[in-house]
Nanobody, 111 residues
């Protein structure tokens, strides 16, 4: 059973940056597309960014120009570089491949 493990979350001030990582226990990112999602308290989970197995990226409008999704096949890891963070980016961030979900990593943007 392949597992996804996120890391890199934390507390950051508005305007700051964080890089999230999602590492898979198997070599799945070359086979399947994946997505980063987030869920804020009281809100539904929403797609933040997606990466196809062919390397095509897609971003939610609310992160375009600020977030970048990328992949390191050798490390079985997908990254989400988050710049110019805003209060409203506060959420638990999850990586997803098909029916697989990671445990989530908390991102808190606060002054």
């Amino acid at each position: 059973q392949v597992q996804l493990v996120e890391s890199g979350g934390g507390l950051v001030q508005p305007g700051g940056s964080l890089r999230l990582s999602c590492t898979a226990s198997g070599n799945i990112f070359r086979i399947f597309g994946m997505g980063w999602y987030r869920q804020a308290p009281g809100k539904e989970r929403e797609l933040v960014a997606a990466l196809t197995r062919g390397g095509i990226t897609n971003y939610a409008d609310f992160v375009k120009g600020r977030f970048t999704i990328s992949r390191d096949n050798a490390q079985n890891t997908v990254y989400l570089q988050m710049n110019s963070l805003k209060f409203e980016d506060t959420a638990v961030y999850y990586c997803n491949v098909g029916k697989l979900w990671g445990q989530g990593t908390q991102v808190t943007v606060s002054s």
